[in-house]
């Protein structure tokens, strides 16, 4: 009778091994997939295999949940055995309550589309919270579990160790260890932890409170406010502008840019049409804020999965500046260059004859900030974000191909949402 007991209490423990083994690695893969795919510096290796890490990382989220349904179905005897241990019931709470939120917040974030703006907003901040919480939590719950910090006795002193007593008699000035090796151990990783993450952290959580729009868009009025542009004069809105068409932008815009942000004033500021056209134009800011802009309502897509809906653009169509210029006939391409002299991205004739394709210059009724490619912003809202040159100064039109920033790293050089 009690060898049976014995039996299925050990084949239970074996149980509890392999799951929380399986569940290491998921985790492993989660955590390694997930900061690649918000590290910038991976974003420009990779190019489109982040598409495929993407895929992994959300293929191995959603398998991540057989391990906890199966945890749950043995966590009535568990947390029995558990009956001592607050510190172990308390560990597996934690540890199931990232789990589910993770699952939870990721689902929402692969359905974004399906969920809408603000649903997936709200995931994004809760699954990055979870994240830095829960990270360093669990990095910190391996380190210190690693076996041989668990076999403390040979390095530990204790106080009343007949060796230390005759120790102390002979050597009598000998400092007492007021930690044992291990806590001091853990205390260090927690320390590390802490300082490797914690400025980061602090960063992020007043970030966050932003995207989550706390009092209203925050983030956006505050990037406005922050416009380190000074160019004058100021346009003014058409009536479609203000109040915004579309009814003000929802969801936020992450701040991307692959250089430090550029700034202009009047007197650094200029827009040029050159290359293949019968007459070559180079505006200053007053001019070009003479010239007849247009209002629409579009949403815009980056292929990293976040959208800002409903945005009103107002600026002058692409199409109108190509007539005024006059295109010859031996173009092909349109390139569009950036005033942070680095990023470039093209459209073919074709599609820059879009209708809706536009030199914009205010968003929802405002002057676009500089961190957010003011003063002036390609937006092709057919096409993901990478296409959208933000600090537009320069468009020439050129005989052959060129290959824009992001196509160079990989990604498809027709850019269709
Ligand atoms: N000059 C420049 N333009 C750029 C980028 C950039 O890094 N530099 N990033 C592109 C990408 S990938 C996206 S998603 C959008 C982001 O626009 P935002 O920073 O205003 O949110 O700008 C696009 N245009
Ligand atoms: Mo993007």
Request: glycine share 10%; with cysteine.
């Amino acid at each position: 009778m009690s060898g049976i007991l014995e039996r299925l209490r050990k084949g239970f423990g074996k149980k509890l091994v392999s799951l929380h083994t399986w569940n290491g690695w998921i985790v492993v893969i989660l955590a390694l997939t997930g900061l690649v795919l918000v590290g910038g510096f991976w974003r420009g290796i990779l190019g489109e295999g982040r598409v495929w890490i993407k895929w992994l990382h959300i293929v191995v989220g959603i398998a991540s949940i057989m391990p906890v349904l199966y945890y749950l179905l043995l966590a009535g005897k568990h947390w029995k055995q558990l009956k001592d241990k607050p510190a172990q019931r308390a560990n597996v709470l934690i540890v199931l309550g990232l789990l589910l939120g993770w699952f939870l917040s990721g689902v929402l974030l692969w359905q974004f589309r399906a969920v809408g703006p603000r649903a997936s907003n709200v995931a994004l901040v809760v699954h990055d919270l979870l994240t830095w919480v829960g990270l360093p939590y669990i990095i910190y719950h391996s380190l210190t579990r690693i076996k041989w910090l668990k076999e403390p006795n040979r390095r530990t002193v204790k106080r009343g160790d007949e060796r230390d007593a005759v120790k102390d008699a002979l050597h009598p000035a000998a400092p007492q260890p007021v930690y044992t090796r291990r806590s001091f151990i853990r205390g260090a990783i927690g320390a590390g932890l802490a300082v490797t993450i914690g400025p980061s952290f602090l960063k992020w959580v007043g970030d966050s409170l932003g995207n989550l729009g706390v009092g209203g868009s925050q983030t956006l009025d505050k990037l406005i406010e922050n416009d380190a542009n000074s160019l004058v004069p100021v346009p003014q809105p058409l009536p479609a502008s203000a109040p915004p068409l579309g009814g003000g932008a929802q969801g936020q815009f992450r701040v991307y840019t692959v250089t430090p942000i550029p700034t202009f004033s009047n007197d650094n500021w200029s827009f040029t049409i050159d290359g293949l056209v019968d007459r070559t134009f180079k505006w200053d800011w007053k001019q070009f804020v003479a010239l007849k802009r247009e209002v629409q309502v579009s949403d815009f897509h980056c292929v990293t999965g976040w959208s800002v809906y409903k945005n009103t653009w107002e600026g002058i169509k692409l199409k109108d500046l190509l007539k005024q210029a006059g295109v010859k006939a031996s173009a092909r391409t349109v390139k569009f260059y950036s005033g942070d002299g680095v990023y470039t991205d093209t459209l073919s004739l074709e599609q820059a004859d879009m209708d809706d394709v536009l030199v914009a210059v205010m968003h929802d009724g405002k002057p676009i900030p500089s961190d957010l490619g003011g003063p002036v912003r390609l937006i092709v809202p057919k096409m993901y974000a990478y296409k959208s040159v933000k600090w537009l100064n320069r468009i020439e039109l050129i005989e052959g191909e060129h290959v824009g920033y992001w196509e160079q790293r990989g990604y498809s050089n027709d850019a269709w949402v």
